[in-house]
């Protein structure tokens, strides 16, 4: 190897002492034998070896990095360190054989340390709940600080011994000397080896210091720590089983209960005198016992009321309809919708092509979902080996599409001449992509990396749509749509989830784009955090949650959703959603309301004023609105779907066989087939095979991409077949698009290019 780079100073750069938990410093690493040893900027860091070009480059660009778990740690010469882990080579060198064994020191104590939490982590039950007692929350970290420095203690002294045996084996040799210039650059030695066991001696005396410094100031409480931690565990484990069962039988006896307001919650009533007011009021008496429970909701800031003919003031402040009196009117009824909107209903062509309308009944397998989820709280859901017991046979692309399911909302907006009604529209479009989910708390299948899903409904409804999945970690699909009837939708979707203990959080990240081609109303949206709840115990069951910002960027008209989330204590309706439809100046002009599992009404507001203040002190808007009219209604689920997962007739048809599809489509994964035939042994075996070969590209690709950078290559790294990184000139975003090129390939039939990932 080339000595290039020894007159180089490498020093720390005022680098901690080895010991702490991070050390940094200038060494020279082994590039290629054009270029030989370069100097590099070197980080230690919880257990991990990162390198930079420079200094500036720590705050975006990583050079590489080297997990010293893993790693092992060698030493060829009075300057040299070799560092090797899985297959990759770190060759680096220092000026001096000093600064050498400071690194050496440093890498040593790291390494035990990674490995000690390794070991932790995998011992470790899965229980990451907060204490419910300070005290033991400062107890455990205490205690974990003492092993952590008893460990220090003991890979200092295996250092020391290390060091002192090399400092001895120097000063033998002192004692033969005879020659002078030979004695000069031994005495030299035999100083830097005393110098390195003085800097190894004093980072033990100083973790020792620690260590009695803890252990005088709690030694006192470790006994009673420990009782009181068998006590409670103990405690834990017998009340949770009767806890989960009242808490059954409390959603039970309140699911029973007779709730008018939850029954009729606009439905007027008439007393003696004739006058009218909503049923919620006349049950308000019954439930004064419970009015605290209020300050517990977020209510909304605004209250609506219908125009009647007396102008008689209903209020119905956070109500299904969004407005009490009178009924409800069919959207193609609507008295204050431009006859643009209404001419036709979206379902006017019937299906040419009879799609199936069942699929094999799910088998009735037990299995103990805690048993396999409490090792996996806090980790990322996307990373956790699941079996197909807790699947439904569709993949996330084809849920992805099933937000297709009430496309003729967005094909009555592309005729609508209004931009405030077809926000209106497409607001109720963004609602009913969750109204498949009420019953579907089965997880679908992780697409593989370059899998795709197509659903072509273009002689049946006009449209056709693409997904593809562009990215495994973190998970990314992107999707296409384009319409004959006059719109495209477009989205990159990240699915974020995380295990919690008692529920699952999923949050879908990325923009939905959709543009009407002829007004070119461009629109933008998010979508809410999912809820899976009663994970342990119980029946499992999904709310969504949040709120979504409809924006027009070529008119800058905007609607703001609010998706409530679902409270026992509550006396609103369950899953409601609320919203307000506002021009370019902020003025609001329709009120949106109902639920995300059954309807969404709007309500022409025809004057706002300053109503009364609320509960939290702020002053609240008062709508006055024309009678609600339905934008959208649920499509009944199909006969025995109890038995099919709950899917909708949509989703029955996305997993069925077709022909001419591409090689890389859903349809054609085998554990998902053999799943959805009820083999979920050979499913799970299927479901298996697939993620190691996936796992072994991946493995290729991370190797092709070190050899490139060890010897100084651009690496491409991986790149979807359909889809390209495009900057949107509307958001500033970059997300993935739409390329073209798949629909005429399908028409060739010429599959040559697609990867074999199945």
């Not at 295996?158 to 005495?187: F, M, N, T, W, Y």
């Not at 939708?489 to 008692?502: H, P």
């Not at 899917?647 to 022909?659: G, I, P, V, W």
Request: proline residues 4%; hydrophobic residues 30%.
């Amino acid at each position: 190897m080339s000595d290039q780079g020894k007159g180089s100073a490498s020093t720390s750069a005022a680098a901690p002492a080895p010991g702490s938990d991070t050390y940094k410093g200038w060494l020279f690493k082994w590039t290629n034998y054009l270029k030989g040893y370069q100097r590099r900027w070197f980080v230690l860091s919880n257990g991990l070896l990162s390198y930079y070009r420079t200094q500036a480059e720590m705050a975006h660009t990583c050079r590489g990095t080297i997990n010293l778990a893993t790693a092992h740690i060698d030493t060829e010469d009075a300057c040299n360190i070799v560092l090797s882990s899985g297959g990759r080579t770190y060759h680096l060198k220092a000026s001096t054989e000093v600064e050498r064994q400071r690194w050496v020191t440093a890498l040593e104590l790291a390494k035990a340390k990674a490995i000690r939490m390794m070991n932790d982590q995998s011992d470790d039950s899965g229980d990451e709940e907060p204490a419910s007692q300070s005290d033991r929350s400062e107890i455990q970290g205490t205690l974990k600080t003492l092993v952590s420095k008893l460990d220090d203690l003991s890979t200092c002294n295996d250092l020391i011994a290390k060091h002192g045996a090399a400092l001895q084996r120097s000063l033998s040799e002192l004692e033969g000397l005879r020659v002078p210039v030979e004695g000069g650059e031994k005495i030299k030695a035999v100083n830097e080896r005393a110098t390195l066991f003085r800097i190894t001696s004093n980072a033990m005396i100083n973790a020792c210091r620690d260590f009695l410094d803890l252990a005088e100031t709690h030694s006192r409480r470790w006994q009673r720590a420990l009782q009181y931690e068998r006590e409670q565990r103990t405690h834990l484990e017998e009340t949770i089983e009767q806890l989960a069962k009242q808490h059954n039988s409390l959603e039970r006896a309140w699911r029973e209960a007779p709730t008018l307001a939850a029954n009729t919650p606009s439905a007027p009533t008439t007393n003696k005198e004739g006058s009218e007011r909503p049923l919620k009021e006349e049950a308000s008496d019954e439930d004064e016992d419970t009015e605290y429970f209020d300050a517990m909701e977020d209510s909304p800031a605004f209250i609506t009321v219908t125009a009647t003919e007396n102008t008689q003031h209903r209020r119905s402040q956070s109500n299904l309809s969004g407005a009490s009196g009178g009924q409800t009117n069919e959207w193609n009824q609507d008295d204050h919708v431009s006859p643009s909107c209404n001419d036709l209903s979206g379902k006017e062509m019937q299906p040419r092509r009879q799609r199936r309308t069942h699929i094999p009944d799910k088998p009735n397998y037990s299995l103990n979902l805690w048993s396999i989820m409490k090792n996996c709280i806090g980790k990322e859901l996307s990373k956790i080996p699941m079996p197909v017991n807790f699947n439904e046979p569709l993949s996330m692309l084809q849920r992805l599409s099933e937000d297709l399911e009430y496309h003729e909302l967005l094909d009555k907006a592309a005729r609508c001449d209004s931009s405030l009604e077809q926000m209106c529209l497409v607001a109720a479009f963004s609602v009913s992509s969750y109204s498949t989910t009420v019953h579907r708390t089965a997880k679908p299948f992780n697409p593989l990396l370059g899998e795709t899903y197509e659903l072509d409904r273009l002689e049946e409804f006009g449209y056709r749509s693409l997904c593809e999945q562009v990215s495994h970690h973190p998970p990314a699909a992107a999707h296409h749509v384009i319409s004959q009837r006059g719109w495209t939708l477009w989205q990159e979707i990240t699915i974020a989830s995380k295990f919690r203990g008692k529920y699952l959080s999923i949050m879908p990240l990325g923009a939905i784009h959709l543009q009407f081609h002829s007004s070119g109303n461009h629109y933008v949206w998010r979508k809410v955090t999912s809820t899976v709840h009663n994970i342990i115990v119980g029946k499992l069951w999904i709310d969504q949650s949040g709120d979504i910002e409809i924006v027009n960027h070529r008119t800058k008209e905007t609607c703001q959703l609010k998706f409530s989330p679902y409270s026992y204590f509550s006396r609103e309706v369950p899953r409601k959603v609320t919203g307000v439809v506002a021009d370019s100046g902020g003025q609001a002009h329709y009120i949106l309301s109902g639920t995300w599992d059954d309807k969404i009404e709007s309500a022409k507001i025809v004057q706002s004023s300053r109503g009364g203040t609320g509960s939290e002190g702020k002053q609240k808007t008062v709508y006055q609105t024309l009678s609600p009219k339905l934008l959208w209604k649920k499509y009944p689920l199909p006969e025995n779907a109890e038995n099919m997962y709950y899917f909708s007739a949509l989703a029955l048809s996305l997993n069925e066989s077709e022909d001419g599809v591409g090689l890389t489509d859903s349809r054609l994964r085998p554990d998902q087939r053999l799943m959805e035939a009820g083999r979920w042994d050979e499913a799970n075996s299927e479901k298996q095979r697939l993620e190691e070969k996936q796992r072994a590209v991946r493995r290729r690709r991370e190797a092709e991409a070190s050899d490139a950078l060890d010897e100084g290559r651009e690496y491409e790294g991986y790149q979807p077949l359909w889809f390209h990184q495009r900057r949107n000139s509307v958001t500033g975003e970059t997300n993935y698009v739409y390329k073209g090129g798949y629909w005429e390939t399908k028409e060739r039939q010429d599959w040559s290019m697609c990867p074999e990932i199945f």
